[in-house]
């Protein structure tokens, strides 16, 4: 326990190295600068871009050329070093026949039963340059879902012991919510309200919400909820209240939807907290002692791409759930367990779309406002997911924008008067519902190192198998059915409604949540991270993000990572501050 | 110019293009667009115009025009398209089935979005909560 005894030991270079900078690596920069602003904080970031206003209105307006407004990378695609540090932003390229290459610019998919589809960003600010802001929080049997369902795995932690990070990731992200609608929602206890009020219903929720609220589909009764989003309902945090520009995905040019770049702005004016932008990991090493401290970086961006070393007492790996594995993996860390890289998971997603009896005006404030959380839970879970579905503000989302409505009435020959007037008539009714379900993990899906492929630094790129399982399947299904009866019950036509599972061929959308693969759990022999988020086989290496999940839930994963890694960063202020980390778990 | 606008007010639907006033933000649309349509789509926009000229005058020129034998050949179609997707949706590109990629520059110019009665995506100009209340112009 010799390594923290002097927690300012200034032979390292720093007192923390932070890899990644999105809304993990941010805010454990910026709680534990709040513990000590003497800590000397290092946060390297392999993406290079501009956190300043000039930077989000420059991508506000290459959403222009984005056409079809359905890719949620189109602002972003033109930085510098999306060629130097590539993300996997066509991820969701359909499967090519065998023999054929991927139309993807990243993942090596090797022998994958299915593509995994689901990308991220590698900026400054990481992948939350793309995300909604829906912050719900996990139910309490999400973190035993082995116990209570015989099914996936159990956490080291619980609800009880995330509850008060919750509320204060909720201050920090800047949560609207309506704490009467949520407080209690299976068993899921809230000990403050939300910092602000939940969101204003849009004209659609209304219309919708007065014709399925208390309505019995099977055997659920349906209750219509304000979803809580890190989206301003009112001035929050210097930062405006929304103003409705249905863009929250890719880019919320008001910046009333939280971002990483809030807690990254707030950090560049701390005195002893360093961003590295341009500098990709590309090993972590020990010591003489056999600590993991030195941080091994190539900064791309420099003339002649030096690379360069950097120590310090305490690294925290905050690089999301596909760069963390493969470091460690190219590293040969931590991996004791043989976990690292696997549980690979997702939020598998499906929709359905219909038109409404009159108009709902979609297109007209947040893409989301509404959910239906009443399918999340139940004892069904021993035998398939739950799923938690949003209520849709954006037409029919990625089913169908206006400049596609506006195409196929072209291919329908259809000019002149008729044209706006039949588009019209179609977009303003048009409503989408959308379920996603819970994968559980498996060994089986993992992030690997591929031996065959490398970057432009020539680094290798991760390997991914990914399958999905029989009981997100079964949610999805569900989900659809549902889907299906709420239409019914709100009179609405259905549009498009593909069953999720047909004839044997999936059918669905990622979520984009990327989780699992460093899984945190009690038992070092199956596990990567303790319930603190340290490494078992190291006591100084650090793993926040959603990597760290044990099961993926149904609910997205922003809020729970962030609860989680403000409950790390007091692990290690206490590892710094008292040089050792024998405490308990509660 | 008049005669690209009395064609581009027949495919879209829009009386109001026929009147644009050189001068204004619409005037210099239309020649941003004329320009890029001639660059882009020059043979199938001129087969296009030759066929609108021979229609111009009849009792239901749009009829007549769909009913040209000319105009379901390409490059016309496209031609057709690209002009519709342009005052429409400021882009252009793509065909059938596959969506229009391309800027026209005047995104928030778009006619589709007072059409369906919402702002154009991502450039509201309006304050929050707008959203619940049902459109007003109508």
Same mark, same amino acid.
């Given at each position: 326990m010799a390594l923290f005894s002097k927690y300012r030991d200034h032979t390292y270079d720093f007192d923390v190295v932070i890899v990644g900078s999105g809304v993990a690596g941010a805010l454990a920069a910026w709680k534990l600068s709040r513990y000590d602003d003497d800590y000397r904080i290092l946060i390297l970031e392999a993406g290079d871009n501009g956190i300043n206003e000039g930077q989000r209105v420059e991508f506000h307006h290459a959403m222009d050329r984005q056409g079809n407004r359905g890719d949620m990378f189109a602002p972003y695609l033109e930085v510098a070093s999306r060629t130097m540090v590539p993300s996997p932003e066509k991820a969701a390229a359909p499967k090519p026949a065998p023999g054929q290459p991927f139309a993807e610019k990243y993942y090596d998919y090797g022998d994958t039963p299915d593509t995994f589809r689901a990308g991220y960003n590698r900026l400054v600010g990481g992948s939350t340059w793309a995300w909604r802001g829906n912050c719900p929080r996990f139910l309490p049997t999400d973190f035993r879902l082995k116990k209570e369902f015989g099914v996936g795995r159990d956490w080291p932690i619980d609800y009880d012991d995330l509850e008060d990070y919750y509320v204060e990731a909720e201050y920090e992200l800047g949560v609207s919510g309506n704490h009467e609608e949520l407080d209690g929602l299976f068993g899921a206890h809230r000990s403050r309200p939300f910092p602000m009020p939940g969101q204003a219903l849009t004209y659609s929720d209304q219309l919708v919400k007065a014709r399925i609220e208390g309505k019995k589909v099977g055997d659920t009764t349906v209750? %219509?909820?304000?979803?809580?989003?890190?989206?301003?309902?009112?001035?929050?945090?210097?930062?405006?209240?929304?103003?409705?520009?249905?863009?929250?995905?890719?880019?919320?040019?008001?910046?009333?939807?939280?971002?990483?770049?809030?807690?990254?702005?707030?950090?560049? +004016?701390?005195?002893?907290?360093?961003? +590295?932008?341009?500098?990709? %990991?590309?090993?972590?090493?020990?010591?003489?002692?056999?600590?993991?401290? +030195?941080?091994?970086?190539?900064?791309?961006?420099?003339?002649?791409?030096?690379?360069?070393?950097?120590?310090?007492?305490?690294?925290?790996?905050?690089?999301?759930? %596909?760069?963390?594995?493969?470091?460690?993996?190219?590293?040969?860390?931590?991996?004791?367990?043989?976990?690292?890289?696997?549980?690979?998971?997702?939020?598998?997603?499906?929709? *359905?779309?219909?038109?409404?009896?009159?108009? *709902?005006?979609?297109? +007209?404030?947040?893409?989301? *406002?509404?959910?239906?959380?009443?399918?999340?839970?139940?004892?069904f879970r021993s035998q398939r997911s739950g799923f938690r579905m949003t209520i849709g503000n954006d037409g029919w989302g990625r089913a169908g924008s206006p400049a596609k409505i506006i195409d196929e009435l072209l291919t329908k020959k259809v000019y002149g008067p008729d044209l706006l007037s039949q588009a019209s008539h179609e977009i303003t009714k048009m409503i989408r519902l959308s379920f996603s379900t819970e994968m559980l993990p498996s060994p089986n899906n993992r992030v690997q190192v591929s031996s065959k492929v490398d970057d432009a630094l020539k680094l290798p790129r991760p390997l991914i198998t990914f399958g999905v399982d029989d009981y997100s399947k079964g949610g999805l299904m569900a989900g659809f059915e549902a889907s299906k009866s709420l239409f019914q019950l709100m009179n609405a036509t259905l549009a498009e409604a593909t069953p999720p599972v047909q004839d044997g061929k999936l059918n669905w959308n990622t979520a984009a949540h990327i989780m699992g693969t460093c899984v945190m759990g009690s038992d070092p022999k199956d596990s990567v991270v303790d319930g603190w988020g340290r490494c078992h086989d190291h006591e100084n290496l650090f793993i926040v993000g959603s990597s760290v999940f044990a099961t993926g839930a149904t609910a997205n994963p922003t809020l729970t990572l962030a609860a989680i890694t403000l409950r790390t960063a007091k692990a290690i202020h206490r590892q710094l501050r008292h040089g050792h980390h024998n405490y308990a778990l509660v | 110019m008049e005669e690209f606008l009395g064609l581009a007010s027949l495919l879209t639907g829009l009386p109001s293009l026929k009147g644009v006033d050189q001068a204004s933000v619409e005037g210099r649309m239309a020649r941003d667009y004329l320009r890029l349509l001639k660059e882009q789509y020059g043979p199938g926009f001129d087969a296009l115009l030759t066929i609108y000229r021979s229609v111009a005058a009849s009792p239901d020129p749009l009829k007549s025009l769909l009913q040209d034998p000319g105009f379901d050949a390409e490059p016309v179609t496209t031609a057709a398209r690209q002009i519709v997707n342009l005052w429409l949706l400021s882009q252009y590109g793509g065909g059938p089935g596959k969506l229009p990629d391309q800027d026209g520059g005047f995104y928030e110019k778009g006619a589709v979005w007072p059409a369906i009665k919402a702002h154009p995506i991502g450039f509201s100009h309006l304050n929050y909560g707008y959203w619940s209340s049902k459109p007003t112009h109508e």
């Amino acid at each position: 326990m010799a390594l923290f005894s002097k927690y300012r030991d200034h032979t390292y270079d720093f007192d923390v190295v932070i890899v990644g900078s999105g809304v993990a690596g941010a805010l454990a920069a910026w709680k534990l600068s709040r513990y000590d602003d003497d800590y000397r904080i290092l946060i390297l970031e392999a993406g290079d871009n501009g956190i300043n206003e000039g930077q989000r209105v420059e991508f506000h307006h290459a959403m222009d050329r984005q056409g079809n407004r359905g890719d949620m990378f189109a602002p972003y695609l033109e930085v510098a070093s999306r060629t130097m540090v590539p993300s996997p932003e066509k991820a969701a390229a359909p499967k090519p026949a065998p023999g054929q290459p991927f139309a993807e610019k990243y993942y090596d998919y090797g022998d994958t039963p299915d593509t995994f589809r689901a990308g991220y960003n590698r900026l400054v600010g990481g992948s939350t340059w793309a995300w909604r802001g829906n912050c719900p929080r996990f139910l309490p049997t999400d973190f035993r879902l082995k116990k209570e369902f015989g099914v996936g795995r159990d956490w080291p932690i619980d609800y009880d012991d995330l509850e008060d990070y919750y509320v204060e990731a909720e201050y920090e992200l800047g949560v609207s919510g309506n704490h009467e609608e949520l407080d209690g929602l299976f068993g899921a206890h809230r000990s403050r309200p939300f910092p602000m009020p939940g969101q204003a219903l849009t004209y659609s929720d209304q219309l919708v919400k007065a014709r399925i609220e208390g309505k019995k589909v099977g055997d659920t009764t349906v209750k %219509v909820t304000t979803t809580p989003q890190a989206r301003n309902s009112q001035p929050y945090d210097g930062r405006p209240a929304c103003e409705g520009h249905s863009n929250c995905i890719p880019l919320c040019p008001s910046h009333a939807k939280y971002d990483a770049t809030v807690h990254l702005r707030r950090l560049s +004016r701390s005195r002893n907290v360093e961003l +590295r932008s341009g500098c990709v %990991v590309t090993l972590l090493s020990k010591d003489d002692k056999g600590h993991v401290t +030195r941080v091994h970086y190539r900064k791309w961006n420099a003339p002649g791409m030096p690379d360069t070393v950097v120590t310090a007492p305490i690294v925290v790996l905050a690089a999301h759930a %596909v760069e963390t594995p493969k470091l460690l993996l190219m590293s040969n860390l931590a991996n004791s367990s043989d976990q690292v890289g696997r549980n690979l998971m997702d939020h598998i997603q499906w929709e *359905v779309t219909a038109l409404f009896e009159e108009p *709902v005006y979609p297109f +007209r404030g947040p893409q989301s *406002v509404t959910a239906i959380e009443s399918f999340r839970e139940g004892k069904f879970r021993s035998q398939r997911s739950g799923f938690r579905m949003t209520i849709g503000n954006d037409g029919w989302g990625r089913a169908g924008s206006p400049a596609k409505i506006i195409d196929e009435l072209l291919t329908k020959k259809v000019y002149g008067p008729d044209l706006l007037s039949q588009a019209s008539h179609e977009i303003t009714k048009m409503i989408r519902l959308s379920f996603s379900t819970e994968m559980l993990p498996s060994p089986n899906n993992r992030v690997q190192v591929s031996s065959k492929v490398d970057d432009a630094l020539k680094l290798p790129r991760p390997l991914i198998t990914f399958g999905v399982d029989d009981y997100s399947k079964g949610g999805l299904m569900a989900g659809f059915e549902a889907s299906k009866s709420l239409f019914q019950l709100m009179n609405a036509t259905l549009a498009e409604a593909t069953p999720p599972v047909q004839d044997g061929k999936l059918n669905w959308n990622t979520a984009a949540h990327i989780m699992g693969t460093c899984v945190m759990g009690s038992d070092p022999k199956d596990s990567v991270v303790d319930g603190w988020g340290r490494c078992h086989d190291h006591e100084n290496l650090f793993i926040v993000g959603s990597s760290v999940f044990a099961t993926g839930a149904t609910a997205n994963p922003t809020l729970t990572l962030a609860a989680i890694t403000l409950r790390t960063a007091k692990a290690i202020h206490r590892q710094l501050r008292h040089g050792h980390h024998n405490y308990a778990l509660v | 110019m008049e005669e690209f606008l009395g064609l581009a007010s027949l495919l879209t639907g829009l009386p109001s293009l026929k009147g644009v006033d050189q001068a204004s933000v619409e005037g210099r649309m239309a020649r941003d667009y004329l320009r890029l349509l001639k660059e882009q789509y020059g043979p199938g926009f001129d087969a296009l115009l030759t066929i609108y000229r021979s229609v111009a005058a009849s009792p239901d020129p749009l009829k007549s025009l769909l009913q040209d034998p000319g105009f379901d050949a390409e490059p016309v179609t496209t031609a057709a398209r690209q002009i519709v997707n342009l005052w429409l949706l400021s882009q252009y590109g793509g065909g059938p089935g596959k969506l229009p990629d391309q800027d026209g520059g005047f995104y928030e110019k778009g006619a589709v979005w007072p059409a369906i009665k919402a702002h154009p995506i991502g450039f509201s100009h309006l304050n929050y909560g707008y959203w619940s209340s049902k459109p007003t112009h109508e």
